[in-house]
């Protein structure tokens, strides 16, 4: 399912979340289930912080010599049997991929997770072809039978409840007794499993995403709790790994660097179950393994992120610890974001790929607490970057007027202490003085959207700078 | 007390907008706890460091702020501000105005390198140990973003208020997790807002606490707001009022005069 854009409807999205029940109830475990995970693994290793210095350095060096590595890797995995095809856009990796599948007569695929291919909308582009994705993450299962997008990086469906995949299931699996029963979590992944294994032996080709790219080798790494990823890159006739040019690393030495942060800022594990390693198609003295292998290298508007400010986004592993400790995505979760990418990562990086006119909401949706920066296992700064939109968006010309007006009248106060002085003291006196027999307002002009909510406190009175010259008389 | 130097230090106190015009009791607080750690306070003409200009991604108005700043402040030994927020503002981000400025960098530094926040700058750099003053009261703090994560302000204000006579400190629920408040975020997407501040409020309640503190005055009208909306009973005050012992002020958002002060509600 390729996800429609919404991103500039995030006030509206994100009314209809809040008062979303179930979803509300399972927002609630995000926080729960991840910050304190992480936090343990974190605690239990005492080179962690250090190994995040280091996941950042690995990251900067990769990117500051991104087209060295992407030609060694390129020369590696060739010398190893496979394919390499560079995507500019998404269409052109969404025909890339269709040729591929089309040139061996594929009826089905099956996919492991990959958000890059939630980004180019693959599925919808092979289904209008005639060729059938099967989802094989539980999680991007879920949201396939739905019709839905991702609603986090790591846990696609983490927006639903048992009783919702429950239903699902009874809804999609029409051929199965509808009297079993489905009511325990156990009985839901049996049944899942059940289904997919039908697939998996079916698919023609299976396409995985890729965690890492390693240059030296032309490895492509992909982890998972799941093992879906194995079957769906093992059985069928061809595996397509799809990546987009930032999953570049060096070495296997780096790699294993950045898998001792990976597992960690994302579920508090210390590995995932499954690290798979593929280089190349099956050899001939393997006992398995698939006949043709496909990288698809997707650029999509990266490499221009790649001069400037952003280019420190490029260092994302898609842990997705920055939306797990985001009090707005805990709030809101993550299709009010509106595209592919929730949470301060994807607040920075969905402007850059679909402009900064539908998705300046979302760099201006985050209070700056800083706390996606202060987990970030490559320390990007989040804040810094969803700033650096907002400057974007100012420079353009593309603030609400009311807001922009408002900021300009605040501007030029305070630019003239002279003026401000005065003109403060004389608002608090007034706002005092109205204020005064409560100590606080439930409505006042200008400030809807602060007392729609919350009272606003009334001020005490004189201004503080006032009543200091009054007592010390300053120059 | 225990200032750890004899020499009268200058402090240049920047009071902040926000406390300025909501709540001088707050400057008037700073003033008495810096001069009882042994620093001569003053208070040069001041409007506001930049901060929502440079959250709003207007550049040229925060660098016009900055230089107002730097001129008006960069005389005296150190500036504090009661608000780690603002004083995050100049120690965090100043420097990104004035990059690949040979001219202004060194100056920039050496000011950025003067700016604390009130109960870290007493804590840390003037090494007081205790305040004296009483309260009678359980608190619970609210670590606000800035602070907590721009310049590591967390156990030095739960230390000083430990030594607050009467003063019991009862913690909440996530106290490290921000109230929603985000300057201009607040009234941006009030919807989001609200959420947050609604689950800081039951985690605020969740403590037992009768008093709210916090260490800045945009989050701490956010709580007090939100609590007196639901029809909430506890206080809401700033840490440094608590600090130096100022209880005619009736905590934020509440009526003068009232007498409910210094008894358990
Ligand atoms: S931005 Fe950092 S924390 Fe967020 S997903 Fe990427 S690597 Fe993880």
């Known amino acids: 399912m390729s996800v429609h854009i919404t991103s500039p409807q995030f006030k509206q999205n994100a009314r209809e979340a809040l008062a979303d029940q179930p979803l509300q109830k399972a927002l609630a475990k995000v926080g729960p289930g991840f910050i304190g995970k992480r936090a343990a693994a974190a605690e239990k290793l005492p080179e962690f912080e250090a190994l995040r210095d280091s996941a950042r350095d690995i990251k900067n060096h990769t990117l500051a010599h ?31 991929i269709l040729g591929i599948c089309r040139d061996l007569g594929a009826k089905t695929v099956t996919k492991g997770k990959s958000m890059i291919s939630e980004e180019i909308g693959l599925n ?11 989802e094989t993450d539980l999680g991007e299962y879920l949201i396939q039978i739905r019709g839905e997008g991702p609603s986090h990086i790591i846990a696609p469906a983490i927006h639903l409840n048992k009783e919702q995949v ?10 199965l007794p509808p009297e079993r029963n489905l009511s325990e979590p156990t009985a839901l992944l049996a049944e899942a499993r059940g289904k997919l294994r039908e697939k998996f032996l079916a698919a023609d080709v299976g396409i995985t995403g890729a965690n890492f790219l390693v240059a030296e080798t032309g490895t492509s790494i992909i982890v998972t709790n799941e093992g879906n990823g194995d079957l769906t890159q093992t059985l069928p006739k061809a595996h397509i790994v799809l990546a987009s040019i930032e999953k570049l690393v060096p070495t296997l030495e780096d790699v294993s660097q950045l898998l001792r942060v990976l597992a960690r800022s994302a579920t508090g594990q210390e590995m995932s179950v499954y690290t798979t390693f593929s280089t190349g198609p099956r050899r001939a003295e393997d006992p398995d393994g698939p006949g043709d292998y496909h990288v698809v290298i997707l650029d999509n508007g990266r490499s221009g992120m790649l001069a400037g400010q952003l280019r420190e986004m490029l260092r994302c592993i898609r842990c997705g610890a920055c939306m797990n400790h985001c009090p707005v995505y805990h709030a809101v979760g993550g299709h009010a974001y509106g595209w592919v990418y929730p949470g301060p990562m ?130 | 007390m225990a200032p750890n130097e004899q020499r009268p230090v200058s402090v240049g106190l920047f009071v902040t907008c926000l406390v300025d015009t909501q709540r001088p009791s707050v400057g008037f607080a700073a003033v008495r706890l810096l001069e009882a750690a042994g620093c001569t306070v003053s208070v040069p003409r001041q409007t506001c460091c930049g901060q929502p200009a440079f959250n709003s991604g207007d ?66 750099v003037r090494g007081v140990t205790h305040v004296t003053a009483a309260y009678d009261g359980t608190v619970t703090y609210h670590d606000s973003c800035s602070g907590l994560r721009e310049l590591g302000i967390q156990a030095q204000p739960r230390r000083l208020l430990a030594s607050v006579e009467g003063l019991t400190v009862a913690e909440m629920p996530d106290s490290d997790v921000c109230c929603g408040f985000g300057g201009t975020f607040c009234v941006k997407y009030p919807d989001v807002s609200n959420a947050i501040v609604e689950k800081k409020a039951a985690n605020i309640l969740a403590s037992g606490a009768d008093t709210l503190l916090a260490g800045d005055l945009g989050c701490l009208m956010n709580m007090a707001g939100k609590l007196q909306r639901e029809g909430r009973t506890i206080r809401v005050r700033h840490v440094a009022e608590v600090l130096a012992g100022i209880g005619d002020t009736p905590p934020i958002g509440q009526p003068k005069p009232q007498s409910v002060e210094g008894r358990k509600s």
């Open chain 1, 66 to 96: 991104l087209d060295l590595y992407m030609e060694r890797f390129e020369e590696k995995a060739r010398a190893a049997g496979g394919h390499v095809h560079f995507a500019v856009d998404a269409a052109e990796a969404r025909n890339i």
């Open chain 1, 124 to 134: 919808d582009h092979l289904e209008a072809n005639g060729i059938q994705p099967v």
């Open chain 1, 166 to 175: 429950e239903a699902d299931f009874r809804r999609v699996h029409a051929d």
């Open chain 1, 346 to 475: 994807g607040s920075v990086l969905t402007p850059s790929l679909i402009g900064v006119e539908k998705g300046r909401n979302l760099p201006n949706a985050s209070t700056f607490c800083g706390r996606c920066e202060e987990v970030c296992p490559v320390r990007i700064p989040l804040p810094k970057l969803m700033r650096h939109w907002r400057e974007k968006e100012f420079e353009r010309h593309l603030m609400p007027a009311t807001q922009r007006t408002g900021l300009a009248v605040w501007s030029f106060l305070a630019r003239r202490g002279w003026l401000y002085r005065p003109m403060t003291r004389m608002a608090m006196a007034m706002l005092a003085l109205v204020g005064k027999s409560k100590g606080r307002f439930s409505k006042l002009p200008l400030a809807g959207g602060w007392t729609q909510y919350r009272d606003f406190p009334a001020p005490e009175g004189d201004t503080f700078q006032a009543q200091w010259a009054a007592r010390k008389n300053v120059r």
């Open chain 2, 59 to 124: 550049r040229t108005t925060t660098r016009a702020l900055a230089e107002q700043m730097i001129a008006a402040f960069e005389t005296f030994d150190y500036v504090v501000a009661p608000s780690g927020s603002c004083a995050g503002m100049i120690r965090t981000h100043y420097p990104e105005l004035f990059v690949g400025e040979p001219d202004w960098m060194p100056r920039v530094e050496r000011f950025c390198a003067k700016v604390h926040e009130l109960v870290s700058f007493l804590a840390d």
